[in-house]
C-alpha cells in the first residue's frame, strides 16, 4: 500500500472544509490530514469535529515540525504569515490565494534561497499547461476577460470609489476595470489569484492583460483566454460554479487544491 501524503491545511474557512470534506468521506483516501493551522484554533477545533478530525490546532509557524506538505487556504490577508514559516524552513507549500503573491514576490526569492517548493494551485483557469508551454518560445499577448457576480465586488473599494453601477449588472456585464494584471490584483487582491496564476505562467504582471465585467447573469464566474504566441494561438472559456456554502468561491477551487496534491505523489504525470 502507498503511504499517505501527510497535509497540514494552512486555514480551515470555506475552501479548508471542503477539502476536509473530501478527504475524510473517501475510504481509500490516500492523502492524510496531519494538523491544521488556524488562526482562530476554538473555532478551527469546534469545525474539526464536524469532520471527526482528531488532529492538533496549530499556529503556521508550528506547522515545518510535520514533515507535511502545507495546503494554504486562508485568505488574502492571511497568506503572508500561513506561508511564509513553511517556505523559511526549506518546505512544500500548496497555494490558492495566489492573489496575494503580487505584494509578496519576496517570498519567492525566500523559497529559492531555502530550497522550498511554492506550488500555485491553479486549476481554476483554463489553458495553464499551453500557456507554460508557449512561454518556452515568444509569447507575443496574454488576455484574460473575467465575468464575475456582482454580489463579489459589493464591498470593494474600488467599485465606490469609481461610481460603478453594480445593479445594471442584474441584466448583463457592467465593465468594472481594463488594466494590467497588476493593476487586477491590486484593486481586487481576493478576487483576481487567476489574473496573478496567468501572469507567471506566462508574460508577467504587467504585459498580462486582463478585463473585468460585472455580470449577475451567469451561474458563476467566467473566465475567457486569449493568447498569440510564435507556437499557438488560442482562446479558451471556463465557466465556474459557485461552491454551496460560500457562492462567492468556484467550487472548483477546493478540487483544483486536491488535483495538485494527488499529481504531486502520482506515478503517472499528466501536463507538462
Not at 526549506?90 to 490558492?96: D, I, L, N, R
Amino acid at each position: 500500500m502507498a503511504k499517505a501524503m501527510r497535509i497540514v491545511l494552512g486555514g480551515f474557512g470555506n475552501v479548508g472544509q471542503q477539502i476536509a470534506h473530501k478527504l475524510t468521506t473517501n475510504a481509500n483516501e490516500t492523502i492524510e490530514i496531519v494538523a491544521i493551522a488556524a488562526r482562530d484554533k476554538v473555532k478551527a477545533e469546534r469545525a474539526a469535529t464536524g469532520f471527526n478530525l482528531d488532529v492538533p490546532i496549530i499556529s503556521a509557524d508550528e506547522a515545518p515540525g510535520f514533515d507535511a506538505i502545507l495546503v494554504e487556504c486562508a485568505t488574502y490577508d492571511g497568506f503572508r504569515a500561513v506561508v511564509e514559516p513553511t517556505l523559511r524552513a526549506g518546505g512544500k507549500v500548496v497555494a490558492v490565494s495566489i492573489g496575494a503573491l503580487a505584494v509578496n514576490m519576496d517570498l519567492i526569492d525566500i523559497a529559492e534561497a531555502s530550497g522550498a517548493t511554492l506550488h500555485l494551485a491553479g486549476g481554476t483557469l483554463p489553458g495553464l499547461d499551453i500557456i507554460r508551454a508557449a512561454a518556452e518560445d515568444e509569447i507575443r499577448s496574454v488576455v484574460l476577460t473575467s465575468h464575475i457576480n456582482p454580489a463579489s465586488f459589493e464591498h470593494e473599494p474600488y467599485i465606490r470609489e469609481q461610481g460603478i453601477d453594480l445593479a445594471a449588472a442584474a441584466s448583463g456585464p457592467v465593465t468594472v476595470l481594463e488594466g494590467s494584471a497588476r493593476e487586477a490584483a491590486g484593486h481586487f487582491p481576493r478576487h483576481f489569484n487567476v489574473a496573478v496564476t496567468l501572469a507567471l505562467a506566462g508574460i508577467g504582471l504587467d504585459r498580462t492583460q486582463v478585463r473585468i465585467r460585472a455580470d449577475g447573469t451567469l451561474p458563476g464566474a467566467r473566465h475567457t483566454l486569449s493568447v498569440e504566441a510564435s507556437s499557438v494561438s488560442l482562446e479558451m472559456t471556463s465557466q465556474n460554479y459557485p461552491s454551496p456554502q460560500n457562492n462567492r468561491t468556484s467550487m472548483v477551487v477546493a478540487l483544483s487544491i486536491l488535483a495538485a496534491l494527488r499529481r504531486e505523489g502520482a506515478t503517472l504525470r499528466i501536463g507538462s
